[in-house]
C-alpha cells in the first residue's frame, strides 16, 4: 500500500510489480513526469481542445440517459461522482481556452 490516494476516489493505492492501482476502482493510476508535461507542445495541447470538450459533452449526454432510468442509489452515487469529475474537467478545459 501506498501513501498515495486516487485522484478519482481518494482510496489507498496499491503498488503491484511495476504497476500502480487503486484499491476501490481497480484501475492502474499513471502518473505524468513533470519535465514531460513542460515539454508539451502548446499548440497541439489547443489543438485537441475542441475534440476532448466534445468527449466529456457527449460523456455527460450518455450518462444522463443511464442516470435518468437508474434505480440503485450506490450506483447513482457513482455515477454522480462521475458527472462531478466529467464537469470539473469541462470547466478547466474552458478556462484552458480562453
Known sequence: MLSEACPQCSSPLLRVGQDIYCANCDRRIVYA??????????????????????????????????????????????????????????EKLERMGE
Open 33 to 90: 513526469k513533470a519535465d514531460e508535461e513542460k515539454t508539451a507542445d502548446g499548440q497541439l495541447v489547443k489543438s485537441i481542445l475542441p475534440d476532448l470538450r466534445d468527449t466529456l459533452i457527449g460523456k455527460l449526454a450518455s450518462l444522463k440517459q443511464v442516470i435518468e432510468t437508474e434505480t440503485d442509489t450506490e450506483t447513482l452515487t457513482r455515477l454522480a461522482n462521475l458527472m462531478v469529475l466529467l464537469l470539473q474537467a469541462l
